[in-house]
């Protein structure tokens, strides 16, 4: 569907704003009573874009929830930081320097750099170390850093058709262990973050390329946050394929940076993206604040058909 098409029908533009992902929506009120053909326009625009982004809306927690029902149920998690609303248990709220500052014994500085120690390790999907990941996540700014705090967002399907051909055969047929708290660095001695992720493991193995349920693209299924080891394979082995394939992922021919404004949002397909989480902002001690909510996603299926597998701390729909 042509952005042209889309404006005579709905009234919306979808306008693309870099060559493999990423369209900016304009010329429509995310808290109003959207029609059928609206939200469809807008759904065909994330499974075509994989991340969609809107500015100037007036959200509120309500009217974030309402907005996300009309494509999917949303995720109710079962533990959430204490920005988040209370009254609203789908809406998660992020407020950077809050979210493990002072916890564990460490400041948000030290868990961030022990947690992301390397570019690779801050690239990852929502919740993937689930069985059955989001669907999707849909974010919105409240308050953002005059400067610095952009989001970065990658096209796994362009990642994957990118490969050589016999590549893609090969990575075909692989499945990889996803595993909550991989790479994190430990700090000398006693460690109660370490010891709350082994406390509270989440893994499962997930077809290291899957089929996208609703369009049927091959989906280079990788992350630095998440991704452990490619089954079947030595560690060397699997590093080194690894670190080849999330290079791929990466490039930046196949990404999108966003700029936050209050009252921006975007709206992203978890399934087929992984995305940077920004990291120039820390210093600059403006505060970021986002709220997201999630839709529950499927179980992964792999190109024979395999479906991820659980192994330990995560069952379909339990949150």
């Known amino acids: 569907m042509t952005t042209k098409r889309q404006t005579a029908e709905t009234g919306i533009e979808v306008r693309p704003v870099a060559g493999h992902i990423g369209a900016e929506i304009t010329g429509v009120d995310l808290a109003g009573d959207l029609d059928g053909t609206t939200v469809a326009a807008i759904r065909a625009a994330v499974l075509r874009w994989k991340v969609v982004f809107f500015r100037g809306q007036r959200l509120d927690h309500a009217g974030h929830v309402a907005f996300a029902r009309r494509f999917g149920e949303p995720v109710v998690l079962g533990r959430r930081g204490s920005?988040?609303?209370?009254?609203?248990?789908?809406?998660?709220?992020?407020?950077?320097?809050?979210?493990?500052?002072?916890?564990?014994?460490?400041?948000?500085?030290?868990?961030?750099?022990?947690?992301?120690?390397?570019?690779?390790?801050?690239?990852?999907?929502?919740?993937?170390?689930?069985?059955?990941?989001?669907?999707?996540?849909?974010?919105?700014?409240?308050?953002?850093?005059?400067?610095?705090?952009?989001?970065?967002?990658s096209n796994l399907a362009a990642a994957y058709a990118g490969l050589s051909a016999p590549v893609r055969e090969f990575a075909d047929g692989l499945r990889a262990e996803h595993r909550l708290g991989v790479g994190y660095q430990p700090r000398p001695g006693d460690d109660a973050y370490l010891r709350h992720l082994l406390d509270h493991q989440v893994a499962s193995v997930h077809p290291l390329v899957r089929v996208h349920p609703e369009t049927g693209e091959r989906i280079l299924s990788v992350n630095g946050y998440y991704l452990e080891q490619i089954r079947g394979l030595s560690r060397p082995e699997s590093a080194a394929i690894l670190d080849l394939l999330l290079d791929e992922a990466t490039r930046p021919e196949y990404t999108v940076r966003f700029r936050w404004e209050p009252g921006s949002v975007a709206f992203w397909d978890n399934r087929a993206t992984i995305h940077l989480a920004p990291s120039d902002n820390a210093h600059l001690g403006f505060p970021r604040t986002m709220h997201r909510v999630m839709l529950t996603g499927d179980i992964p299926v792999g190109v024979d058909g395999t479906p991820s597998e659980p192994v330990t701390g995560t069952a379909p729909g339990r949150w």
């Open 83 to 153: 920005a988040s609303p209370a009254e609203f248990p789908e809406v998660e709220t992020t407020a950077d320097r809050l979210e493990l500052g002072g916890r564990f014994g460490m400041e948000h500085d030290e868990w961030l750099a022990r947690r992301r120690h390397t570019l690779r390790r801050g690239w990852h999907c929502d919740h993937g170390a689930r069985v059955d990941p989001p669907a999707a996540t849909i974010l919105r700014a409240e308050t953002v850093p005059a400067y610095g705090g952009d989001t970065t967002w």
